[in-house]
């Protein structure tokens, strides 16, 4: 996450503080699409405190993420993580947008208007470098 923020590629950290402390985050950066789409994003990391978990503070964290993309204008958003959680925000899978090395049921797409894009999916080389 340092190297996002320090390259300025964070889009809409979202932080929720309680009492002067994190106890969680979700963030949002640009992702690239090819052929080439504008207005994409992906979610990730999300992390909420293990005695602050179960109190809808991820939930909350995410929702005013993909609201606020929303404001913006963006097309929409994906994110690599469980189906089961994801699914209550309103992504979903789509074959035709993939993420190279990803099980399809894992990367997940919410579009925010238009058509679903058939495109792969990459996420800035942050993502991938070592420590």
């Given at each position: 996450?340092?190297?996002?923020?320090?390259?300025?590629?964070?889009?809409?950290?979202?932080?929720?503080?309680?009492?002067?402390?994190?106890?969680?985050?979700?963030?949002?950066?640009?992702?690239?699409?090819?052929?080439?789409?504008?207005?994409?994003y992906?979610?990730?990391?999300?992390?909420?405190?293990?005695?602050?978990?179960?109190?809808?503070?991820?939930?909350?964290?995410?929702?005013?993420?993909?609201?606020a993309?929303?404001?913006?204008?963006?097309?929409?958003?994906?994110?690599?993580?469980?189906?089961r959680?994801?699914?209550?925000?309103?992504?979903?899978?789509?074959?035709?947008?993939?993420?190279?090395?990803?099980?399809?049921?894992?990367?997940?797409?919410h579009?925010?208007?238009?058509?679903?894009?058939?495109?792969?999916?990459?996420?800035?080389?942050?993502?991938?470098?070592?420590?």
């Amino acid at each position: 996450m340092r190297r996002l923020r320090d390259g300025g590629e964070l889009v809409l950290p979202q932080v929720a503080v309680l009492a002067g402390v994190t106890v969680g985050y979700a963030t949002f950066s640009a992702v690239r699409l090819s052929p080439a789409h504008d207005g994409w994003y992906g979610l990730g990391p999300v992390a909420v405190a293990p005695d602050f978990q179960g109190l809808r503070i991820g939930s909350a964290l995410i929702e005013g993420g993909l609201n606020a993309l929303k404001a913006m204008g963006a097309a929409g958003c994906v994110v690599l993580g469980e189906p089961r959680f994801y699914r209550r925000f309103g992504f979903e899978q789509s074959l035709g947008v993939t993420f190279d090395g990803a099980p399809l049921e894992y990367f997940l797409v919410h579009a925010f208007r238009g058509a679903l894009p058939s495109t792969a999916v990459s996420y800035h080389p942050a993502f991938s470098a070592p420590g």
